[in-house]
């Protein structure tokens, strides 16, 4: 008798990963704030240098600010871990009859019969460390975290950043004139972020042509809008 499973039908689910939330964040604001920089001081200058030296400033301070937030971010979700899993030891020393009161609630939440609840409470609660791992993981939903995920975050934000502010910029590295350097901007930017877009919509679960168009239309605006404010303000 064949015993294996026969499945009908292929998983297509496409699961995103903390590099990859990281990279769309970087990426997202990479292609953004660069593009509708470069934008509005095409509305105010015609020389390609000054928008040049400006937006690799812009880079810059945007790439480091992005992946300090990004640092940050994990430092915080290592601290929270650490303060929680510490505040779980003192339950289980101070309050343990809750903390085995709380262990045989879950088991009774899956469906394990009183008697197994007890064992199964009975078996955890002999490791202190097992017990706390169990405890944070199924009580208050916390998984640790990777102790480098800090920095991890912070380099793929950070040259995730770079990566998406200099295909807004590149043209004005070859065209001197802002119109001109502009009009190939805006065409790659565009097709740029309609790609990431629907890439990024992929891994959330979004129509993603739909999602791409959203981010596409986002970038325009705020490009649109900066180049307008400049071409209002500026003094010719």
Known sequence: MDTHLHHTHTETHLKSSEMLTDIVIGMSD??????????GLSGAVSNSTII??????EICAGSIAMGL????????EQDHYK???????????????????????????IGLSPALQEQATN????????????????ELG????????????????????????????????F?????????ISVVATLACLFIFGYFKSRITGVNPIWGAVKV?????????????????????
């Open 30 to 39: 990479g292609l953004t704030v660069p593009f509708a920089l470069a934008a």
């Open 52 to 57: 040049v030296i400006a937006g690799i400033a």
């Open 69 to 76: 937030g990004g640092y940050l971010a994990g430092k915080t």
């Open 83 to 109: 303060s929680e899993v510490k505040r779980e030891y003192n339950e289980i020393e101070t309050l343990r009859h809750l903390e085995i009161e709380e262990t045989k609630e879950f088991f009774a939440n």
């Open 123 to 138: 078996e955890i609660a002999q490791d202190k460390d097992r017990w706390v791992s169990f405890m944070m993981k199924y």
């Open 142 to 173: 916390l998984e640790e975290p990777d102790p480098k995920r800090a920095t991890k975050s912070a380099l793929n934000i950070g040259l995730s950043y770079i990566a998406g502010g200099i295909i807004p910029l590149s043209p004005y590295f």
């Open 175 to 183: 065209i001197k004139d802002a119109a001109e350097a502009l009009k």
């Open 216 to 236: 596409m239309l986002i970038g325009a605006m705020a490009a649109a809008a900066a180049f307008s404010v400049a071409k209002l303000f500026s003094v010719h």
